[in-house]
């Protein structure tokens, strides 16, 4: 029986041994002498001029909770579109009414501006 989970074995020591060889070969490998230029923080190329902990606007959280919104439908069109002739017209019309739902929010967004930037 546990044969049968060799393969998933495998692939763990597989992953884990992509991700930590070219760790540990850097670390060996490469020099370690750090100056005042590698050890300054950097941001664009020009010196921080503010806190890194400021607070951000709210704006920048609706433009992530929106992206995360129609990345999730378009996660949930694809698996759809594959078995849409399993499915039949009821999950046709189960789709068209997420469909719906969403776009009902998007106009509500659009229409309080939160796409808008300034």
């Known amino acids: 029986m546990l044969e049968n989970y060799f393969p998933v074995l495998l692939f763990i020591c597989v992953g884990l041994a992509i991700g930590v060889i070219p760790l540990l070969l850097g670390r ?62 009821f999950g046709f019309l189960s789709m068209m009414v997420f469909l719906g739902i969403l776009v009902v929010g998007f106009v509500y967004e659009w229409m309080k501006g939160a796409l808008e930037w300034e």
């Open 28 to 89: 060996f490998v490469a020099p370690h002498r750090p100056d005042s230029a590698k050890l300054s923080p950097y941001e664009c190329g020009f010196e921080a001029f503010e806190d890194a902990r400021m607070k951000f606007d709210v704006r920048y959280y609706l433009v992530a909770i929106l992206f995360i919104l129609f990345d999730l439908e378009i996660a949930f069109l694809f698996p759809w579109a594959v078995v849409l002739k399993e499915i039949g017209l």
